[in-house]
Structures are given as structure tokens and as C-alpha cells.
């Protein structure tokens, strides 16, 4: 079982930048796959990013360059760094963690993130 807490969203305006962080609880966070994904108003939920147990990272194509997704296994926590906000980032960003091949796919509460123009 692991618990999910998110933090680091807020308001800002398009060009600044952003790191939302999430803290997981719970045994053996080093062998989950972690990503970040986000939820906008009227749209589906999306992938953001992700980092494997042994730190390869992905990114969907919106994001390349302009986010960045790391982890810190001896903290049990994940970051997202996101630099040149958009206001089309704007969503509900959720942390999840799971194992490929293996039960259990775990989210977090999610946390605002607003981009104004």
C-alpha cells in the first residue's frame, strides 16, 4: 500500500515556473514506476511524466523541454520541476504510483495548478 500527498501547486502567470512535489509513504517507493499526470476542466485525465524505479524518465510531447521529473528514493518523494508555463497547463495535477506486471496503481489528491495569460 502507498499513500500519495501532493503539494507545490498555485497560481502563476504564463512564463513562470512551478515545482509540485510529491511525498509517498509506505514500503519499497525505490521499485515504483512514478508520473505525474493532470486533469483539465472537461478533458481526460493525461500523462505529464514519468520515472521508472531505476530513474529513466518520459515526457509527453506538450511538456519536452520544458518540464522536468526527478525522484529521491532516500526521501520517498518525486518532483516536477515545470518552467515556461502555459496556460494550458493549467489542470489538476495527480501523482501515481505502480508496479508494471504487478497489482496496485496508487493516486494522490491532486493539486491546482493555474496559469493565467
Known amino acids: 500500500q502507498v499513500r500519495l500527498v501532493e503539494s507545490g501547486g498555485g497560481l502563476v502567470q504564463a512564463g513562470e515556473s512551478l515545482r509540485l512535489s510529491c511525498a509517498a509513504s509506505?514500503?519499497?517507493?525505490?521499485?515504483?514506476?512514478m508520473g505525474w499526470y493532470r486533469q483539465a476542466p472537461g478533458k481526460q485525465r493525461e500523462l505529464v511524466a514519468v520515472i521508472s524505479s531505476g530513474g529513466i524518465t518520459d515526457y509527453a510531447d506538450s511538456v519536452k523541454g520544458r518540464f522536468t521529473m526527478s525522484r529521491d528514493n532516500t526521501k520517498n518523494t518525486v518532483d516536477l520541476q515545470m518552467n515556461s508555463l502555459k496556460p494550458e497547463d493549467t489542470a489538476v495535477y495527480y501523482c501515481n504510483a505502480n508496479r508494471p506486471q504487478f497489482p496496485g496503481n496508487y493516486w494522490g489528491q491532486g493539486t491546482q495548478v493555474t496559469v493565467s495569460s
Open positions: 509506505g514500503s519499497a517507493f525505490s521499485i515504483y514506476r
